[in-house]
């Protein structure tokens, strides 16, 4: 990839991410971004599926979808999600690995095995690709999946999966930041204390579960970078956890 294709590529996944900043739910976050997506990644129609912490369909969003697509769907959904060929069916009940995993699957539905829900639902529908990607909470746990579709026979181009691969692991950090309200600020107090932190290290404590990087404490503080880093790495030491991730959910797993 030469030097201008590459600046072309940054440029359009900052202004993605810049697009998608100010939204303060994240319901509106994934419907702005799919809308956003488009310009970036034509699609003919896209689905989001909203999840509970016991991952079942809590909720669901659709543009460009015919007519009762959307309740076909769901009565798929209901009735064989046993099925092995169930599209979109990414997410599991059972805890994600509690890391920032990324889960993206392209569907070339011309190569998928002949089933029940394929003859019935993809083919009506006439989708020929799906390019659907997973969205979590603080905890780990699936939350949303965007499926992106197409109903032409034109395959996802490299440039289209490069931008929004290279953008997803911002996006889907961007996204989780919502789930910070799970923990609730009247507690934390008696957690830090329960930990023994100082005032200074309870203070960065509270900015870290609000999922704010080294470099804004820093510049909130009006103290040094290297001061904010010494700081966390006692903060981790006290608390018995490596990352910022974990440092949250702990946070979770103690008001339990």
């Known amino acids: 990839m030469d030097a201008d294709l590459t600046y072309s590529v940054y440029q359009k996944i900052y202004n993605l991410i810049l697009s998608c900043s100010h939204i303060r739910s994240p319901k509106a ?11 970036l990644c034509d699609y003919d129609s896209v689905v989001i599926f909203y999840y509970d912490t016991a991952g079942r369909i809590a909720n669901t969003f659709s543009d460009g979808t015919k007519p009762g697509w959307m309740e076909t769907y769901l ?14 069916q990414l997410s599991s009940p059972e805890v994600i690995e509690k890391t920032d995993r990324l889960s993206s699957n392209i569907i070339d539905w011309s190569q998928a095995k002949n089933s029940h829900f394929k003859n019935e639902y993809i083919n009506d529908a006439g989708l020929k690709y799906t390019w659907a990607f997973e969205f979590y909470d603080m905890q780990g746990f699936p ?4 499926c992106l579709n197409r109903i032409k026979n034109m395959p996802f181009t490299k440039e289209e999966q490069e931008i929004i691969t290279l953008a997803l692991p911002l996006l889907i950090n961007q996204y989780r930041n919502y789930f910070y309200e799970e923990v609730k600020d009247q507690n934390l107090q008696s957690i830090w204390e329960k930990y023994q932190l100082t005032s200074r290290e309870k203070e960065i404590a509270d900015m870290l579960c ?12 009006s103290i040094s970078i290297s001061t904010v880093r010494k ?8 608390v018995n956890v490596i990352s910022q991730t974990e440092l949250i959910t702990r946070v979770l797993d103690d008001q339990n």
């Not at 976050?29 to 310009?39: G, H, P, R």
């Not at 700081?231 to 006290?238: D, F, G, P, S, V």
């Open 29 to 39: 976050f994934l419907e702005t971004l799919a809308k956003e997506i488009k310009s």
């Open 75 to 88: 009565e798929y959904y209901i009735d064989a999600t046993d099925d092995s060929n169930f599209a979109f």
């Open 143 to 146: 939350r949303a999946t965007i």
């Open 210 to 221: 609000k999922g704010m990087k080294t470099k804004r404490i820093s510049e909130l503080l």
């Open 231 to 238: 700081h966390i790495e006692h903060i981790y030491k006290k």
